[in-house]
């Protein structure tokens, strides 16, 4: 009996610890920036894409600024002054506009997917003389964004926020909530890692 209460009580401590460090790994990836007015709106490709298309497009509409950048399609659009927008030719940008050709042919294969989009970003922008940016993607992924673009911008003069989208999908059953929340945790931390063991 002893043995079993014991047992017990371990796999609840267990339990707890678990979902404690999952909370301050959760708190910690989930950076957010206020929105402020700027000269363009970054949008990073990956899951949830739909929703980070909706948040681009609600700041877009909202006018903190008149151009979005898909940096991983090469990619360019601007909002008229009656709310319309309208794509720019992909000539218009320097670069081939296909991802996977612009990725291998410019940078090391091991290059983490969103700092080629940030390296991508910041060619683009100094071509456009953009000098301020709001950059969206999912709420997990913007602590690690924000770890890589301080390295991408960090000889240049940039302002730059981080906002992640507010439509991402909520899953209806806490076994789904943490099944998911604990794929993002530790995937976001694996690369992470990877980058600041590469970037030296």
């Known amino acids: 009996?002893?043995?079993?209460?014991?047992?017990?009580?371990?796999v609840i401590v267990t339990f707890w610890l678990m979902l404690s460090g999952m909370a301050l790994l959760s708190?910690?990836?989930?950076?957010?920036?206020e929105p402020v007015r700027s000269d363009v709106i970054v949008l990073f490709v990956g899951d949830d894409w739909m929703a980070r298309q909706k948040e681009a497009a609600k700041l877009l509409t909202?006018?903190?600024?008149?151009?979005?950048?898909?940096?991983?399609?090469?990619?360019?659009?601007y909002l008229d002054s009656n709310g319309i927008m309208f794509p720019i030719e992909y000539n218009y940008l320097p670069?081939?506009?296909?991802?996977?050709?612009?990725?291998?042919?410019?940078?090391?294969t091991y290059y983490e997917n969103t700092h080629f989009?940030?390296?991508?970003?910041?060619?683009?922008?100094?071509?456009?003389?953009?000098?301020?940016?709001?950059?969206?993607?999912?709420?997990?992924?913007?602590?690690?964004i924000k770890i890589i673009?301080?390295?991408?911008?960090?000889?240049?003069p940039k302002t730059i926020a981080y906002i992640p989208t507010s439509f991402e999908k909520h899953h209806c059953n806490i076994i789904g909530a943490i099944s998911c929340n604990m794929e993002w945790i530790f995937g976001e931390i694996i690369k992470i890692m990877w980058f600041l063991t590469y970037k030296h």
């Open 1 to 10: 009996m002893e043995i079993r209460k014991r047992w017990t009580l371990n």
């Open 27 to 33: 708190y910690y990836l989930r950076y957010a920036d």
């Open 62 to 77: 909202d006018g903190y600024a008149r151009c979005l950048i898909i940096p991983a399609f090469n990619r360019l659009t």
């Open 95 to 108: 670069g081939n506009s296909v991802y996977l050709l612009r990725k291998n042919h410019n940078y090391p």
């Open 117 to 144: 989009e940030l390296l991508e970003a910041r060619r683009i922008m100094e071509k456009l003389g953009f000098k301020s940016a709001l950059i969206v993607s999912s709420p997990y992924h913007m602590r690690r």
């Open 149 to 156: 673009a301080e390295t991408v911008f960090k000889d240049v």
